[in-house]
Protein backbone atom coordinates (compact mmCIF):
# COMPACT_ATOMS: atom_id res chain seq x y z
CA UNK A 1 0.00 0.00 0.00
CA UNK A 2 1.26 3.18 -1.07
CA UNK A 3 0.25 6.20 0.12
CA UNK A 4 0.66 10.10 0.40
CA UNK A 5 0.58 11.20 4.00
CA UNK A 6 1.07 15.22 3.39
CA UNK A 7 3.05 16.88 0.47
CA UNK A 8 4.57 19.47 1.96
CA UNK A 9 7.80 18.31 0.48
CA UNK A 10 8.27 17.75 4.70
CA UNK A 11 8.23 15.17 6.96
CA UNK A 12 5.08 13.85 8.29
CA UNK A 13 4.92 10.45 9.33
CA UNK A 14 2.10 9.22 11.63
CA UNK A 15 1.09 5.98 13.17
CA UNK A 16 -1.77 3.41 11.69
CA UNK A 17 -5.73 4.33 12.61
CA UNK A 18 -5.34 1.98 15.43
CA UNK A 19 -2.19 3.23 17.10
CA UNK A 20 -3.73 7.06 16.87
CA UNK A 21 -7.22 5.66 18.10
CA UNK A 22 -5.58 4.52 21.66
CA UNK A 23 -3.88 7.98 21.58
CA UNK A 24 0.08 8.53 21.55
CA UNK A 25 1.92 9.81 24.74
CA UNK A 26 4.02 12.18 22.83
CA UNK A 27 2.56 13.79 19.39
CA UNK A 28 5.16 15.87 17.72
CA UNK A 29 3.95 17.64 14.26
CA UNK A 30 5.81 19.42 11.90
CA UNK A 31 8.65 20.63 15.02
CA UNK A 32 10.99 23.32 13.80
CA UNK A 33 14.42 24.65 15.72
CA UNK A 34 16.17 27.14 13.61
CA UNK A 35 19.37 28.79 15.28
CA UNK A 36 20.15 32.50 13.97
CA UNK A 37 23.93 32.12 12.57
CA UNK A 38 24.41 35.97 11.07
CA UNK A 39 22.73 39.06 12.39
CA UNK A 40 22.51 42.58 10.18
CA UNK A 41 23.10 45.98 11.51
CA UNK A 42 20.03 45.76 13.42
CA UNK A 43 20.72 42.39 15.21
CA UNK A 44 17.79 41.17 13.47
CA UNK A 45 18.80 37.24 11.89
CA UNK A 46 19.44 37.62 8.67
CA UNK A 47 20.87 33.69 8.03
CA UNK A 48 19.75 30.48 10.52
CA UNK A 49 20.79 26.74 10.80
CA UNK A 50 18.10 24.60 10.65
CA UNK A 51 18.45 22.38 13.08
CA UNK A 52 15.32 20.47 13.29
CA UNK A 53 13.18 21.30 10.18
CA UNK A 54 9.51 19.82 10.05
CA UNK A 55 9.87 16.83 11.91
CA UNK A 56 6.87 14.71 12.86
CA UNK A 57 6.33 11.69 15.06
CA UNK A 58 3.82 9.90 17.95
CA UNK A 59 5.26 7.28 20.17
CA UNK A 60 3.19 5.18 22.11
CA UNK A 61 2.55 4.81 25.64
CA UNK A 62 5.11 2.28 27.09
CA UNK A 63 7.13 2.19 23.83
CA UNK A 64 10.53 3.50 22.82
CA UNK A 65 11.26 5.35 19.61
CA UNK A 66 14.70 5.03 18.29
CA UNK A 67 16.55 8.85 16.82
CA UNK A 68 19.81 7.39 15.00
CA UNK A 69 21.47 9.67 12.64
CA UNK A 70 25.27 11.08 11.32
CA UNK A 71 26.46 13.88 14.34
CA UNK A 72 25.03 16.99 13.46
CA UNK A 73 21.58 15.69 12.19
CA UNK A 74 19.52 16.91 15.02
CA UNK A 75 19.17 13.89 17.37
CA UNK A 76 19.85 16.07 20.24
CA UNK A 77 18.36 19.17 19.61
CA UNK A 78 14.88 17.45 18.69
CA UNK A 79 15.13 15.94 21.63
CA UNK A 80 15.79 19.34 24.14
CA UNK A 81 13.54 21.14 21.78
CA UNK A 82 10.62 18.41 22.83
CA UNK A 83 11.59 19.02 26.18
CA UNK A 84 11.32 22.46 26.04
CA UNK A 85 15.57 23.33 26.99
CA UNK A 86 15.25 25.32 23.38
CA UNK A 87 11.94 27.46 22.73
CA UNK A 88 10.07 25.77 19.52
CA UNK A 89 10.71 27.80 16.48
CA UNK A 90 7.31 26.04 14.79
CA UNK A 91 5.36 22.94 14.78
CA UNK A 92 3.29 21.85 17.77
CA UNK A 93 4.58 19.21 20.86
CA UNK A 94 1.44 17.26 22.50
CA UNK A 95 2.10 15.16 25.83
CA UNK A 96 -1.23 13.12 26.20
CA UNK A 97 -3.16 15.32 23.84
CA UNK A 98 -2.17 19.03 25.76
CA UNK A 99 -0.06 21.05 23.40
CA UNK A 100 2.98 21.99 25.63
CA UNK A 101 5.02 23.81 23.08
CA UNK A 102 3.43 27.08 23.35
CA UNK A 103 3.09 27.01 27.59
CA UNK A 104 4.96 29.33 29.45
CA UNK A 105 7.98 28.58 31.61
CA UNK A 106 6.25 28.78 34.68
CA UNK A 107 2.75 26.73 33.14
CA UNK A 108 5.35 24.27 31.83
CA UNK A 109 6.41 22.93 35.43
CA UNK A 110 3.31 20.71 35.91
CA UNK A 111 4.90 18.89 32.84
CA UNK A 112 8.68 19.06 34.23
CA UNK A 113 7.98 15.76 36.44
CA UNK A 114 6.30 13.65 33.27
CA UNK A 115 9.02 14.50 30.84
CA UNK A 116 12.78 13.79 31.97
CA UNK A 117 16.35 13.93 30.16
CA UNK A 118 19.27 11.52 31.16
CA UNK A 119 22.24 13.00 29.28
CA UNK A 120 24.92 11.67 27.36
CA UNK A 121 28.02 12.85 29.79
CA UNK A 122 27.48 11.28 33.16
CA UNK A 123 30.52 13.51 34.67
CA UNK A 124 29.21 16.71 33.80
CA UNK A 125 25.96 16.04 34.50
CA UNK A 126 25.95 15.70 38.22
CA UNK A 127 26.64 18.45 40.73
CA UNK A 128 29.93 17.73 42.37
CA UNK A 129 29.34 19.26 45.69
CA UNK A 130 26.54 17.53 46.37
CA UNK A 131 25.47 13.84 47.86
CA UNK A 132 23.64 11.09 45.82
CA UNK A 133 21.03 11.35 48.13
CA UNK A 134 20.80 15.01 48.25
CA UNK A 135 20.82 15.13 43.92
CA UNK A 136 17.87 12.47 43.74
CA UNK A 137 16.10 14.01 46.48
CA UNK A 138 16.15 17.78 45.07
CA UNK A 139 14.00 17.24 42.19
CA UNK A 140 11.95 15.50 45.23
CA UNK A 141 11.22 17.91 47.31
CA UNK A 142 10.75 20.78 44.37
CA UNK A 143 7.96 18.64 42.98
CA UNK A 144 7.01 17.28 46.25
CA UNK A 145 6.42 14.02 44.79
CA UNK A 146 6.72 12.06 48.21
CA UNK A 147 5.79 13.74 52.30
CA UNK A 148 8.89 15.69 53.49
CA UNK A 149 9.44 12.95 56.18
CA UNK A 150 9.19 9.82 53.62
CA UNK A 151 11.78 11.55 51.02
CA UNK A 152 14.74 9.46 52.76
CA UNK A 153 13.04 5.98 52.94
CA UNK A 154 11.86 7.02 48.99
CA UNK A 155 15.41 8.03 47.36
CA UNK A 156 17.08 4.78 48.63
CA UNK A 157 13.87 2.41 47.56
CA UNK A 158 14.72 4.75 43.80
CA UNK A 159 18.42 3.68 44.56
CA UNK A 160 17.86 0.30 44.89
CA UNK A 161 16.07 0.29 41.64
CA UNK A 162 18.40 1.43 40.07
CA UNK A 163 21.16 -0.57 41.33
CA UNK A 164 22.49 1.51 43.77
CA UNK A 165 23.51 0.30 47.14
CA UNK A 166 21.95 2.31 50.25
CA UNK A 167 25.76 3.07 51.53
CA UNK A 168 25.81 5.14 47.90
CA UNK A 169 23.77 8.05 49.84
CA UNK A 170 26.02 10.04 50.98
CA UNK A 171 28.44 9.75 49.04
CA UNK A 172 29.67 12.15 45.89
CA UNK A 173 29.75 12.33 42.18
CA UNK A 174 33.36 11.65 41.92
CA UNK A 175 33.38 8.63 44.31
CA UNK A 176 32.17 6.44 41.38
CA UNK A 177 32.94 4.92 37.75
CA UNK A 178 31.08 6.42 34.62
CA UNK A 179 28.53 3.21 35.42
CA UNK A 180 27.47 4.11 38.56
CA UNK A 181 26.85 7.68 37.75
CA UNK A 182 24.61 7.18 34.66
CA UNK A 183 22.92 4.82 36.98
CA UNK A 184 22.39 8.01 39.65
CA UNK A 185 21.45 10.04 36.57
CA UNK A 186 19.01 7.97 35.99
CA UNK A 187 17.46 7.37 39.55
CA UNK A 188 17.68 10.84 39.46
CA UNK A 189 15.46 10.96 36.41
CA UNK A 190 12.63 8.56 37.05
CA UNK A 191 12.63 9.76 41.07
CA UNK A 192 10.04 11.98 39.93
CA UNK A 193 8.12 9.37 38.36
CA UNK A 194 8.03 10.59 34.42
CA UNK A 195 6.07 8.79 31.83
CA UNK A 196 8.23 9.53 29.22
CA UNK A 197 11.94 9.85 29.40
CA UNK A 198 14.40 11.37 26.63
CA UNK A 199 17.69 9.12 26.93
CA UNK A 200 20.45 11.27 25.14
CA UNK A 201 23.08 8.97 24.02
CA UNK A 202 22.89 7.35 27.31
CA UNK A 203 25.80 5.10 26.96
CA UNK A 204 27.69 6.41 24.40
CA UNK A 205 30.42 7.50 27.27
CA UNK A 206 30.57 4.19 28.84
CA UNK A 207 32.60 1.34 28.52
CA UNK A 208 31.03 -1.69 26.53
CA UNK A 209 30.66 -3.61 29.16
CA UNK A 210 28.79 -1.05 31.51
CA UNK A 211 26.86 0.00 28.64
CA UNK A 212 24.88 -3.36 28.57
CA UNK A 213 24.26 -2.81 32.15
CA UNK A 214 22.73 0.10 31.83
CA UNK A 215 20.59 -0.66 28.55
CA UNK A 216 18.91 -3.86 30.66
CA UNK A 217 18.21 -1.60 33.74
CA UNK A 218 16.70 1.40 31.28
CA UNK A 219 14.61 -1.93 29.89
CA UNK A 220 14.07 -3.24 33.00
CA UNK A 221 12.51 0.06 34.23
CA UNK A 222 10.70 0.32 31.33
CA UNK A 223 8.71 -2.75 31.69
CA UNK A 224 8.43 -2.38 35.31
CA UNK A 225 7.50 1.51 35.21
CA UNK A 226 5.18 1.22 31.95
CA UNK A 227 7.90 4.07 31.19
CA UNK A 228 8.01 5.67 27.47
CA UNK A 229 11.41 6.24 26.03
CA UNK A 230 12.99 8.53 23.63
CA UNK A 231 15.93 7.19 22.52
CA UNK A 232 18.68 9.06 20.94
CA UNK A 233 21.81 7.29 19.60
CA UNK A 234 23.81 6.79 16.70
CA UNK A 235 24.58 3.34 17.94
CA UNK A 236 22.34 1.46 15.98
CA UNK A 237 22.69 -2.41 18.19
CA UNK A 238 21.85 -0.36 20.77
CA UNK A 239 19.15 0.87 19.19
CA UNK A 240 17.96 -2.31 17.95
CA UNK A 241 18.06 -3.85 21.63
CA UNK A 242 15.75 -1.35 22.91
CA UNK A 243 13.19 0.30 20.61
CA UNK A 244 10.07 -0.57 18.73
CA UNK A 245 10.07 1.99 16.23
CA UNK A 246 13.14 3.78 14.74
CA UNK A 247 13.21 7.25 13.03
CA UNK A 248 16.32 7.97 10.82
CA UNK A 249 17.32 11.96 10.96
CA UNK A 250 19.42 13.80 8.31
CA UNK A 251 20.13 17.34 8.65
CA UNK A 252 17.33 18.36 10.53
CA UNK A 253 14.73 16.27 8.29
CA UNK A 254 13.22 12.72 9.18
CA UNK A 255 14.02 10.40 6.03
CA UNK A 256 12.35 7.17 7.43
CA UNK A 257 10.18 5.82 10.07
CA UNK A 258 9.02 2.61 10.97
CA UNK A 259 9.05 -0.01 13.24
CA UNK A 260 12.54 -1.70 14.33
CA UNK A 261 12.84 -5.21 12.80
CA UNK A 262 11.49 -3.93 9.06
CA UNK A 263 13.79 -0.87 9.15
CA UNK A 264 16.57 -3.47 10.13
CA UNK A 265 15.76 -6.44 7.82
CA UNK A 266 14.93 -4.06 5.34
CA UNK A 267 15.51 -0.38 5.27
CA UNK A 268 14.32 1.53 1.93
CA UNK A 269 15.90 4.78 2.10
CA UNK A 270 19.72 4.43 0.75
CA UNK A 271 20.58 6.88 3.68
CA UNK A 272 19.53 4.33 6.13
CA UNK A 273 20.93 1.40 4.20
CA UNK A 274 24.09 2.86 3.66
CA UNK A 275 23.93 3.75 7.90
CA UNK A 276 22.85 0.24 8.63
CA UNK A 277 25.22 -1.75 6.34
CA UNK A 278 28.26 -0.83 8.80
CA UNK A 279 25.82 -3.11 11.79
CA UNK A 280 28.30 -5.79 12.58
CA UNK A 281 27.13 -9.02 12.35
CA UNK A 282 27.65 -11.59 14.68
CA UNK A 283 28.50 -14.63 12.31
CA UNK A 284 31.89 -14.76 11.12
CA UNK A 285 30.66 -16.53 7.69
CA UNK A 286 28.41 -13.52 6.52
CA UNK A 287 29.20 -11.23 4.37
CA UNK A 288 29.28 -7.63 5.02
CA UNK A 289 27.85 -5.34 2.01
CA UNK A 290 28.97 -2.07 3.46
CA UNK A 291 27.87 1.10 2.20
CA UNK A 292 30.23 3.67 2.13
CA UNK A 293 29.07 6.91 1.84
CA UNK A 294 31.36 9.65 -0.17
CA UNK A 295 32.04 12.93 0.76
CA UNK A 296 30.58 14.86 4.54
CA UNK A 297 27.14 15.94 5.58
CA UNK A 298 26.53 19.43 3.78
CA UNK A 299 26.44 22.51 6.23
CA UNK A 300 22.62 22.40 7.95
CA UNK A 301 23.37 26.47 7.17
CA UNK A 302 23.22 26.05 3.95
CA UNK A 303 21.43 22.64 2.76
CA UNK A 304 21.71 21.13 -0.96
CA UNK A 305 18.39 22.10 -2.65
CA UNK A 306 15.84 19.27 -3.30
CA UNK A 307 16.31 15.91 -1.76
CA UNK A 308 19.04 17.03 1.44
CA UNK A 309 20.84 13.71 1.17
CA UNK A 310 21.08 14.00 -3.18
CA UNK A 311 24.96 15.05 -2.69
CA UNK A 312 25.81 11.53 -1.43
CA UNK A 313 23.42 9.46 -2.85
CA UNK A 314 24.51 6.74 -5.05
CA UNK A 315 21.09 6.97 -6.76
CA UNK A 316 21.05 9.92 -7.39
CA UNK A 317 18.31 11.02 -9.79
CA UNK A 318 18.04 14.71 -11.79
CA UNK A 319 14.62 14.93 -10.45
CA UNK A 320 16.18 14.87 -6.64
CA UNK A 321 18.46 17.67 -7.29
CA UNK A 322 15.08 19.70 -7.76
CA UNK A 323 12.14 18.39 -5.68
CA UNK A 324 12.69 17.51 -1.75
CA UNK A 325 11.02 14.25 -1.86
CA UNK A 326 7.63 14.03 0.28
CA UNK A 327 6.26 11.39 2.83
CA UNK A 328 5.06 8.39 1.72
CA UNK A 329 4.07 5.55 3.59
CA UNK A 330 5.64 2.54 1.36
CA UNK A 331 4.79 -0.15 3.34
CA UNK A 332 2.05 -0.80 6.27
CA UNK A 333 3.74 1.92 8.88
CA UNK A 334 6.94 2.36 7.10
CA UNK A 335 7.62 5.64 5.84
CA UNK A 336 9.92 7.11 3.54
CA UNK A 337 11.23 10.38 1.83
CA UNK A 338 12.87 9.10 -1.30
CA UNK A 339 11.38 9.88 -4.84
CA UNK A 340 12.36 6.29 -5.43
CA UNK A 341 9.15 4.95 -3.83
CA UNK A 342 7.27 7.92 -5.35
CA UNK A 343 5.59 6.14 -8.28
CA UNK A 344 4.13 9.54 -10.05
CA UNK A 345 7.65 10.64 -10.09
CA UNK A 346 9.14 7.39 -11.50
CA UNK A 347 6.69 7.30 -14.31
CA UNK A 348 7.46 10.75 -15.21
CA UNK A 349 11.14 10.58 -14.83
CA UNK A 350 12.02 11.60 -18.62
CA UNK A 351 10.03 15.40 -17.55
CA UNK A 352 12.09 15.64 -14.66
CA UNK A 353 15.27 15.38 -16.32
CA UNK A 354 14.12 17.67 -19.29
CA UNK A 355 13.39 20.28 -16.62
CA UNK A 356 16.60 19.91 -15.00
CA UNK A 357 18.48 20.21 -18.30
CA UNK A 358 16.19 23.33 -19.09
CA UNK A 359 17.14 24.72 -15.45
CA UNK A 360 21.33 23.84 -16.25
CA UNK A 361 20.82 25.83 -19.27
CA UNK A 362 19.26 29.09 -17.63
CA UNK A 363 21.88 28.80 -15.47
CA UNK A 364 24.71 28.48 -17.29
CA UNK A 365 22.99 31.44 -19.34
CA UNK A 366 22.95 33.15 -16.07
CA UNK A 367 26.31 32.63 -14.88
CA UNK A 368 27.94 33.69 -18.61
CA UNK A 369 26.16 36.60 -18.23
CA UNK A 370 27.29 37.28 -14.98
CA UNK A 371 31.08 36.49 -16.26
CA UNK A 372 30.98 38.63 -19.42
CA UNK A 373 29.35 41.63 -17.21
CA UNK A 374 32.25 41.19 -14.51
CA UNK A 375 34.66 40.71 -18.04
CA UNK A 376 33.28 44.67 -19.40
CA UNK A 377 33.35 46.21 -15.96
CA UNK A 378 37.25 44.90 -15.63
CA UNK A 379 37.70 45.91 -18.86
CA UNK A 380 36.53 49.62 -19.01
CA UNK A 381 38.70 49.61 -15.72
CA UNK A 382 41.93 48.72 -17.31
CA UNK A 383 41.40 50.98 -20.44
CA UNK A 384 40.36 53.86 -17.83
CA UNK A 385 44.10 53.11 -16.18
CA UNK A 386 45.77 53.00 -19.77
CA UNK A 387 44.02 55.73 -21.33
CA UNK A 388 45.72 58.27 -17.98
CA UNK A 389 41.78 59.01 -16.93
CA UNK A 390 41.56 60.19 -13.43
CA UNK A 391 40.86 56.86 -11.65
CA UNK A 392 40.37 58.59 -8.26
CA UNK A 393 42.28 60.78 -6.15
CA UNK A 394 41.87 65.06 -6.25
CA UNK A 395 41.61 66.21 -9.33
CA UNK A 396 44.92 66.40 -11.52
CA UNK A 397 43.90 70.27 -13.20
CA UNK A 398 47.09 71.29 -10.62
CA UNK A 399 49.34 68.75 -11.28
CA UNK A 400 49.19 69.04 -15.26
CA UNK A 401 49.22 72.90 -14.89
CA UNK A 402 53.34 72.50 -12.95
CA UNK A 403 54.18 69.57 -15.69
CA UNK A 404 53.03 72.06 -18.52
CA UNK A 405 55.06 74.20 -16.68
CA UNK A 406 58.41 73.00 -16.21
CA UNK A 407 57.56 71.86 -20.42
CA UNK A 408 57.23 75.15 -21.04
CA UNK A 409 60.37 76.29 -19.11
CA UNK A 410 62.88 73.50 -20.75
CA UNK A 411 61.42 74.75 -24.31
CA UNK A 412 62.14 78.50 -23.50
CA UNK A 413 65.53 76.93 -22.07
S1 LIG B 1 15.35 11.16 -3.27
FE1 LIG B 1 16.98 10.70 -4.73
S2 LIG B 1 18.85 11.54 -3.79
FE2 LIG B 1 17.27 11.39 -2.20
S3 LIG B 1 17.63 9.44 -1.28
FE3 LIG B 1 16.08 9.09 -2.83
S4 LIG B 1 17.25 8.51 -4.66
FE4 LIG B 1 18.71 9.38 -3.22
Do not use: W
Amino acid sequence: MEEMIENNGNAMPILNEEAQESGPILKVEHLKKYFPIKRNFFGKPVAFLHAVDDVSFSVMPGTAIGVVGESGCGKTTLGRTILRLYDVDGGDVFFEGAEISKLKKKDLRKYRTDIQLIFQDPYSSLPPRMTVGAIIAEAVKVHHIVPKNEVHDYVLDVMKQCGLQPQYYDRYPHEFSGGQRQRICIARALAVKPKLVICDEPVSALDVSIQAQIINLLKELQETMGLTYVFISHDLSVVKYITDQIMVMYLGNVMELGKTEDIFSHPLHPYTQALFSAVPIPDPDAKMNRIILEGDIPSPANPPKGCKFHTRCSKCMNVCRMIQPTYLEAEENHFVACHLYNEEIMADLGKYDAMYEEECRIQAEKEAEENARKHRKGGKQQDGAASGLPQSGPPQDGTNDVQDGSEEKEEEG
